[in-house]
């Protein structure tokens, strides 16, 4: 029953793979759940840590069973080999599915080959191939088909380490990174050399961007080319941070000391030609140029919705190659330069009029944030899944693998049906099911059906992979687009556009707009919901997505020549740090809302003319503060101190909510929100029920607030909101997102990352504020000059001690 059980389990799991991997070609923003608990999880995440769970404790009860093989009938014993050989299928499956949340594959490591990754592998296939052996009857037919199984798996094996060998020096894939770093560079001498690198390259429009798509690998000279042999490309290393070292100046006793950057220096050692000297008709460079150009050529499969659609892939299979440079330590030459913060901030948040035939439509408006999110879930599904980096490592290995998945689920289909029908061992197997034997045989049904229940576990799988990963996976419709001009590829034009027009299709019915998640203060002040603060996932509001665009194209908020941001007008550094000003701000928001509610109802009016700017207010502080609950790592202050600021501010709004009404029957969330906006407006009489500074800076903020017309008060509100939103995105902290990555997906506060790193879009201070004195270089005491926290610090992570 236990081994019955599993085997039911792991189809189960198996049918969910499979459905949810289309709905996800469908549906690119997959709701993963709401709840208590599944809301931050995945559902393939979890139904793939179930399906190793029920792996592995089939692995033991199938041992156990085998164990007993004495008393079991021949075709008993068959059938328990085809399960281990499925299994050690499945078993291969699973490991690949299951990799680390904790952000630890987004490294430079990933898909590098080494001999010791197999060694179990190996022993174990070895194993179950002498089992067959020394257990299997003088059957010649059936020996064949158990052979070709065995085999099959072997050639999985063996193909598996091949595409990892091929994947670990492939320009396309472990290298690409080094590739982009050395063609950048060479842009970036171009783009200076050419009336100073400021204003004689236009670099506001897509047409113009020289961001590379696919074919870069050309671009790398061999080293037995002594004809034209470039020279290698030494990258200065901008862009990265490593850390910030500090500079003493002066003399006699006291020291003058400042930082400065510390940029990590990588010498790539590559011959890469000019980009704009390459001249291979075969296969030409494809730039987002390339891609904007092919538009008026082929209008037939650029036609429409679908034309953006073409283009914002390759727009973010452009930006995922540039980005991959962040994780794995390679310099970011672009970053900070006029022409990269122009192309993001001029060109890709303004896609939305820029393409023919399109307006400011509320689906126009989340095109940006569709871009980044593609680029994101590129990223994620290269770290993530272990068959990425194997499709895109060459061409030859993806038409093998194509090919291998085709022939392999035939041979395996065959091979089943010739053990489970054909052989005539099998025959009485069925007499005994159907009750025609005299000898019994313990449930034979269940045997049977946990048989089928495997095949179609293995089928359901690599079904699975076969759609996902190579047909209409991301990689494989950009190159078909790349390479629709080759000239030796015409004849595959038609079964091109066939494949991407298909794709196409099964996107065009969702709506993959921004979805972001919410957590309210006053709905975290009961006894159970300080354990597990409700969750509610939303649609970022079509207003929100335009203020944040406007707002990170106005140069009230960010720099354009330096790149720094700052901090929102109504936040006092010295008075407060970035955790108590949202929590603050928040609660004085969360406030506002709940008095202005009950006003309009009993007034019964109508929502005021404010209500875009009441919503975004509302939705972005309840963001924010899901970010200090649940992400406090991608924050300016330290984690452990923001989980202990708002534990605080928490525990001060529940004692309040808990001082009129009776301590064993708590109030609701709708009562617990009135009476804490009842003591609120109480006055002077507030100030008694609250102890928390925190607390007290947002009802003063409230009442402040009241004061105002409601129309002024949301509007303030709202842009404070998206301005410190903005203001929050730009990190050092790479580990910290490649977690968020990893365990939550592609989040607003992702997308704003990615954006301002490319842009070169950071919360440096003035450098004033890092003067530091040092008396006496030979003493080992230094003097810190004091002075109060403040929020426009260098390090990503303020301690506060």
Partial sequence: MKLTFMVVLMALTGSTIYITGFLRLSFRRLPTGGGLFLYRYDLTRIVRFVLNFAFF??????????????????????????WMLLAEIIRKKVQGMLLPTDGSSFNRGIGRFTLMDYAYDTSHLVWIGYLICSKLPDDKSLSITFAVL?????????LSAVNRSFASYSFHTARNPLVIAGYMTKVMDKYNRDGDGRSAVPANDMSSCKFVVMGEDALVVPNNDKEKKPKPVTTPGYGYGVGRRVVVAGGGHQHQATYCDENEQKHLHLCIAEPDDYSNKEWP???????????????????????????????????????????EHYPMVEVGSDMARAMMLDGLLKLNFSSPGSNSSHDQLQRPF??????????KNYYQQAAAPVVMSQPILFCINFLSSIIFLDFFIVAVVDILIVNKDAAPLYCRIMGWGRTP????????????????????????DFWTSFVFSDWNIVRMLCSYDRPSRRWLQKIYSVVIYIRYCLLSSSKNKMTIYQVSILDACGPIDKHFARTSQVTLPASATAQIIQALCSCDIINRSTGAINLPAGIDSNQMTTTEAILAWHLATELLETTTMDSQKKQCRRPPAGADNRRIASVLSKYCVHLVVHLPELLPDEETWVSSCYEETRSCLDHASRRCGCRACPPSRRCRKKKIAKTAMSGDQWEDSFRDPTVRRGVK??????EKPAYEAWDELA?????LVIYLAPSNDVQGHAKALASWGADLITCLWALCTHAGITRQPPPKQHDVEVHDQQQIDIVVTHRQPTLNQDDDNSIYV
């Fill in 150 to 158: 065995w085999f099959l798996c072997f050639a999985k094996l063996v």
């Fill in 370 to 379: 569709q871009v980044l999110l593609m680029e994101l879930e590129l990223l």
């Fill in 441 to 464: 045989v313990s449930s034979p049904s269940l045997i049977l059906s946990l048989t089928m229940l495997l095949v179609l576990t293995v089928i359901l799988i690599e079904a699975h």
């Fill in 57 to 82: 404790q089939f692995v033991p009860l199938l041992s156990s069973a085998f164990s007993q093989s004495e008393n079991r009938s021949k075709t008993e014993l068959l059938l328990i080999l085809l």
């Fill in 701 to 706: 903020l409230f009442h402040r607030l009241r």
């Fill in 285 to 327: 460079l494809v730039t987002v140029k390339t891609i904007w150009e092919m538009r008026e050529k082929h209008k037939h499969i650029f036609h429409g919705k679908r034309g953006d659609f073409l283009e914002d892939l390759c727009l973010s299979f452009s930006l995922f190659k540039m980005l991959r440079r962040r994780f």
């Fill in 719 to 723: 842009r404070l909101w998206v301005h």
